[in-house]
Protein backbone atom coordinates (compact mmCIF):
# COMPACT_ATOMS: atom_id res chain seq x y z
CA UNK A 1 0.00 0.00 0.00
CA UNK A 2 1.24 3.49 -0.63
CA UNK A 3 0.06 6.39 0.75
CA UNK A 4 -1.39 3.78 3.81
CA UNK A 5 -1.36 3.71 7.42
CA UNK A 6 -0.83 0.93 10.15
CA UNK A 7 -4.50 -0.72 10.53
CA UNK A 8 -5.86 -1.14 13.95
CA UNK A 9 -6.40 -5.02 14.83
CA UNK A 10 -9.93 -6.16 13.71
CA UNK A 11 -10.38 -3.26 11.41
CA UNK A 12 -10.36 -5.75 8.23
CA UNK A 13 -11.21 -8.73 9.42
CA UNK A 14 -11.65 -10.20 6.08
CA UNK A 15 -8.21 -9.69 4.97
CA UNK A 16 -6.46 -12.71 4.76
CA UNK A 17 -2.72 -13.47 3.75
CA UNK A 18 -1.69 -16.12 1.36
CA UNK A 19 1.85 -17.57 2.26
CA UNK A 20 3.63 -20.11 0.14
CA UNK A 21 6.30 -23.10 2.02
CA UNK A 22 9.68 -22.11 1.06
CA UNK A 23 11.57 -24.68 -0.77
CA UNK A 24 13.64 -25.59 2.13
CA UNK A 25 11.14 -26.50 4.95
CA UNK A 26 12.93 -24.69 7.64
CA UNK A 27 12.48 -21.39 6.51
CA UNK A 28 9.16 -19.49 7.55
CA UNK A 29 6.20 -19.15 4.63
CA UNK A 30 6.36 -16.16 3.11
CA UNK A 31 3.61 -13.65 1.89
CA UNK A 32 2.96 -13.67 -1.52
CA UNK A 33 -0.67 -12.03 -1.87
CA UNK A 34 -4.25 -10.71 -0.34
CA UNK A 35 -6.79 -12.86 0.02
CA UNK A 36 -10.72 -11.97 1.15
CA UNK A 37 -12.77 -14.31 3.86
CA UNK A 38 -16.32 -14.69 1.84
CA UNK A 39 -17.38 -17.28 4.57
CA UNK A 40 -15.78 -20.18 7.22
CA UNK A 41 -14.41 -22.07 4.53
CA UNK A 42 -14.14 -19.87 1.61
CA UNK A 43 -11.36 -16.78 0.51
CA UNK A 44 -11.78 -14.87 -2.40
CA UNK A 45 -8.36 -13.51 -4.80
CA UNK A 46 -6.65 -12.82 -7.47
CA UNK A 47 -6.18 -15.16 -10.61
CA UNK A 48 -3.05 -14.51 -11.25
CA UNK A 49 -2.13 -14.53 -7.77
CA UNK A 50 -2.78 -18.72 -7.55
CA UNK A 51 -1.61 -19.41 -11.44
CA UNK A 52 1.52 -21.21 -10.81
CA UNK A 53 1.14 -22.37 -7.53
CA UNK A 54 0.36 -26.02 -5.87
CA UNK A 55 -2.46 -25.56 -3.58
CA UNK A 56 -0.71 -28.27 -1.28
CA UNK A 57 2.51 -25.61 -0.70
CA UNK A 58 -0.33 -22.97 0.58
CA UNK A 59 -1.15 -21.40 3.81
CA UNK A 60 -3.89 -18.99 4.44
CA UNK A 61 -3.05 -16.62 7.54
CA UNK A 62 -6.30 -14.53 9.18
CA UNK A 63 -6.79 -12.66 12.10
CA UNK A 64 -3.01 -11.10 12.27
CA UNK A 65 -1.95 -7.41 10.95
CA UNK A 66 1.94 -8.64 11.62
CA UNK A 67 3.22 -11.13 8.82
CA UNK A 68 6.78 -11.67 11.44
CA UNK A 69 4.45 -12.03 14.61
CA UNK A 70 2.68 -15.13 16.01
CA UNK A 71 -0.35 -13.47 17.70
CA UNK A 72 -3.38 -14.84 19.73
CA UNK A 73 -5.45 -13.50 16.84
CA UNK A 74 -4.03 -15.52 14.13
CA UNK A 75 -6.07 -18.98 12.21
CA UNK A 76 -4.12 -20.43 10.18
CA UNK A 77 -5.44 -22.59 7.76
CA UNK A 78 -4.45 -24.86 4.88
CA UNK A 79 -6.43 -24.72 0.66
CA UNK A 80 -8.41 -28.02 -0.20
CA UNK A 81 -9.08 -26.72 -3.83
CA UNK A 82 -9.25 -23.88 -5.85
CA UNK A 83 -11.21 -22.13 -8.89
CA UNK A 84 -9.36 -19.84 -10.83
CA UNK A 85 -11.87 -18.10 -13.40
CA UNK A 86 -12.15 -20.19 -16.70
CA UNK A 87 -11.47 -16.75 -19.07
CA UNK A 88 -9.25 -15.52 -16.91
CA UNK A 89 -6.55 -14.08 -19.33
CA UNK A 90 -3.18 -11.90 -19.21
CA UNK A 91 -2.11 -10.10 -21.95
CA UNK A 92 1.09 -7.58 -22.40
CA UNK A 93 -1.11 -4.42 -21.39
CA UNK A 94 -4.16 -5.81 -18.45
CA UNK A 95 -5.36 -8.65 -16.84
CA UNK A 96 -9.20 -9.84 -17.74
CA UNK A 97 -11.15 -11.93 -15.14
CA UNK A 98 -8.67 -12.30 -12.46
CA UNK A 99 -10.10 -13.88 -10.02
CA UNK A 100 -10.08 -16.78 -8.45
CA UNK A 101 -11.85 -19.10 -4.87
CA UNK A 102 -9.49 -20.65 -2.53
CA UNK A 103 -11.74 -23.55 -0.35
CA UNK A 104 -10.25 -23.84 2.77
CA UNK A 105 -9.46 -26.91 4.61
CA UNK A 106 -11.95 -27.72 7.73
CA UNK A 107 -10.29 -29.38 11.02
CA UNK A 108 -12.88 -30.88 13.11
CA UNK A 109 -15.40 -29.79 10.69
CA UNK A 110 -14.21 -26.06 11.09
CA UNK A 111 -12.61 -23.70 8.73
CA UNK A 112 -12.13 -20.36 9.86
CA UNK A 113 -13.54 -19.57 13.82
CA UNK A 114 -16.04 -16.20 13.55
CA UNK A 115 -13.46 -13.58 16.09
CA UNK A 116 -13.24 -10.17 16.45
CA UNK A 117 -10.53 -10.63 14.26
CA UNK A 118 -11.71 -13.21 12.09
CA UNK A 119 -14.89 -12.30 9.96
CA UNK A 120 -16.35 -12.84 6.13
CA UNK A 121 -16.83 -9.96 4.58
CA UNK A 122 -20.26 -9.30 2.56
CA UNK A 123 -20.96 -9.31 -1.30
CA UNK A 124 -22.20 -6.36 -3.27
CA UNK A 125 -25.50 -6.89 -4.21
CA UNK A 126 -25.21 -3.91 -6.88
CA UNK A 127 -23.36 -0.79 -8.31
CA UNK A 128 -21.74 1.56 -6.12
CA UNK A 129 -21.78 4.67 -7.19
CA UNK A 130 -18.42 6.78 -9.06
CA UNK A 131 -16.55 8.85 -5.97
CA UNK A 132 -17.78 6.51 -2.93
CA UNK A 133 -14.30 6.74 -0.78
CA UNK A 134 -13.31 2.83 -0.22
CA UNK A 135 -10.52 1.34 1.98
CA UNK A 136 -7.68 -0.62 0.81
CA UNK A 137 -5.59 -3.05 2.73
CA UNK A 138 -2.59 -5.33 2.04
CA UNK A 139 0.82 -6.07 3.09
CA UNK A 140 2.53 -5.20 -0.06
CA UNK A 141 5.40 -3.04 -1.05
CA UNK A 142 5.35 0.78 0.18
CA UNK A 143 6.59 4.00 -0.70
CA UNK A 144 9.17 3.53 1.89
CA UNK A 145 10.01 0.05 1.34
CA UNK A 146 10.21 -2.36 -1.78
CA UNK A 147 10.22 -5.65 0.05
CA UNK A 148 6.45 -5.12 1.39
CA UNK A 149 4.94 -4.21 4.72
CA UNK A 150 5.16 -6.58 8.24
CA UNK A 151 2.16 -4.98 9.47
CA UNK A 152 -1.12 -4.64 7.57
CA UNK A 153 -1.75 -1.22 6.05
CA UNK A 154 -4.72 0.84 4.91
CA UNK A 155 -5.75 3.74 2.81
CA UNK A 156 -8.76 5.45 1.31
CA UNK A 157 -8.93 5.43 -2.14
CA UNK A 158 -11.99 6.82 -4.24
CA UNK A 159 -13.79 4.63 -6.96
CA UNK A 160 -12.90 6.37 -10.43
CA UNK A 161 -15.74 5.73 -13.64
CA UNK A 162 -15.28 3.79 -16.70
CA UNK A 163 -15.24 6.40 -18.33
CA UNK A 164 -12.37 9.01 -16.52
CA UNK A 165 -9.95 5.22 -16.55
CA UNK A 166 -10.28 4.55 -20.24
CA UNK A 167 -9.09 7.97 -20.89
CA UNK A 168 -6.12 7.99 -23.28
CA UNK A 169 -4.00 9.72 -21.11
CA UNK A 170 -5.30 7.03 -17.95
CA UNK A 171 -5.04 3.07 -19.19
CA UNK A 172 -7.01 3.41 -22.62
CA UNK A 173 -9.00 1.14 -24.39
CA UNK A 174 -7.47 -2.03 -22.71
CA UNK A 175 -10.11 -1.92 -19.57
CA UNK A 176 -13.17 -4.01 -20.02
CA UNK A 177 -16.23 -4.48 -17.40
CA UNK A 178 -14.25 -7.35 -15.18
CA UNK A 179 -12.36 -4.41 -13.90
CA UNK A 180 -12.31 -0.80 -12.88
CA UNK A 181 -10.13 2.03 -11.35
CA UNK A 182 -9.76 3.29 -7.92
CA UNK A 183 -7.34 5.65 -6.15
CA UNK A 184 -5.86 8.98 -6.95
CA UNK A 185 -5.49 10.78 -10.45
CA UNK A 186 -3.15 12.89 -8.32
CA UNK A 187 -0.81 9.89 -7.28
CA UNK A 188 0.29 8.81 -3.68
CA UNK A 189 -2.38 6.22 -3.02
CA UNK A 190 -2.30 3.31 -4.16
CA UNK A 191 -2.51 -0.27 -3.83
CA UNK A 192 1.34 -2.19 -4.92
CA UNK A 193 2.77 -5.46 -5.80
CA UNK A 194 2.08 -8.00 -2.75
CA UNK A 195 -1.33 -6.37 -1.98
CA UNK A 196 -2.78 -8.43 -4.91
CA UNK A 197 -6.05 -11.02 -4.74
CA UNK A 198 -6.80 -8.65 -1.23
CA UNK A 199 -9.54 -6.12 -0.73
CA UNK A 200 -11.10 -2.98 -1.45
CA UNK A 201 -14.32 -2.39 0.46
CA UNK A 202 -16.97 0.20 0.49
CA UNK A 203 -19.03 1.15 3.61
CA UNK A 204 -23.33 1.73 2.68
CA UNK A 205 -24.82 1.96 5.60
CA UNK A 206 -22.42 1.02 8.32
CA UNK A 207 -21.91 -2.81 6.53
CA UNK A 208 -18.48 -3.21 4.69
CA UNK A 209 -18.82 -4.54 0.60
CA UNK A 210 -16.30 -6.09 -0.66
CA UNK A 211 -16.01 -4.27 -4.61
CA UNK A 212 -12.91 -5.31 -5.38
CA UNK A 213 -10.04 -7.44 -5.44
CA UNK A 214 -6.80 -5.75 -5.88
CA UNK A 215 -5.39 -6.51 -9.67
CA UNK A 216 -3.29 -4.90 -11.56
CA UNK A 217 -1.85 -1.30 -12.52
CA UNK A 218 1.00 0.92 -14.22
CA UNK A 219 3.57 0.45 -11.36
CA UNK A 220 2.12 2.03 -7.89
CA UNK A 221 1.32 5.53 -6.93
CA UNK A 222 1.72 6.86 -10.00
CA UNK A 223 -0.06 9.93 -11.24
CA UNK A 224 -3.04 9.31 -13.64
CA UNK A 225 -2.02 5.93 -13.36
CA UNK A 226 -4.66 4.53 -10.48
CA UNK A 227 -5.05 1.22 -9.51
CA UNK A 228 -7.02 -1.83 -11.41
CA UNK A 229 -9.46 -3.93 -9.36
CA UNK A 230 -11.73 -6.81 -10.23
CA UNK A 231 -14.99 -6.06 -9.94
CA UNK A 232 -16.95 -8.40 -7.89
CA UNK A 233 -20.02 -7.46 -8.97
CA UNK A 234 -19.72 -8.45 -12.24
CA UNK A 235 -18.43 -11.83 -10.79
CA UNK A 236 -21.53 -12.38 -8.20
CA UNK A 237 -23.18 -15.49 -10.79
CA UNK A 238 -19.71 -16.83 -10.90
CA UNK A 239 -18.74 -16.67 -6.95
CA UNK A 240 -22.32 -18.27 -6.15
CA UNK A 241 -22.20 -21.13 -8.41
CA UNK A 242 -18.75 -21.83 -7.51
CA UNK A 243 -18.59 -21.47 -3.67
CA UNK A 244 -21.89 -24.08 -4.52
CA UNK A 245 -19.92 -26.65 -6.98
CA UNK A 246 -17.09 -28.03 -4.32
C1 LIG B 1 1.29 -6.01 -8.70
O1 LIG B 1 2.38 -6.02 -9.26
C2 LIG B 1 0.50 -4.76 -8.68
N1 LIG B 1 -1.01 -0.01 -8.33
C3 LIG B 1 -0.65 -4.66 -7.91
C4 LIG B 1 -1.38 -3.49 -7.89
C5 LIG B 1 -0.97 -2.43 -8.62
C6 LIG B 1 0.16 -2.49 -9.42
C7 LIG B 1 0.91 -3.67 -9.43
C8 LIG B 1 -1.78 -1.16 -8.60
O2 LIG B 1 0.85 -7.01 -8.15
Known amino acids: IFGGRKALPGAHPWQA ?41 LQVVLGGVKLEVNEAADQML ?41 KAACLPTGPIPDGTECIISGYGVTEHDEEGSSELLDA ?28 HMQGGVDTCQGDSGGPLVCKQNSTSYIYGVVSWGDACGK ?3 PGIYARVTHFLDWINENMRSL
Open 17 to 57: SLQIRPKNSTDPFRHFCGGILLDSCWILTAAHCIERVNETE
Open 78 to 118: EVEDYIVHENYTETVSALYNDIALLKLKAVDGQCARETRFV
Open 156 to 183: KVLLISQKQCMAPRVYGDVLDDSMFCAG
Open 223 to 225: KNK
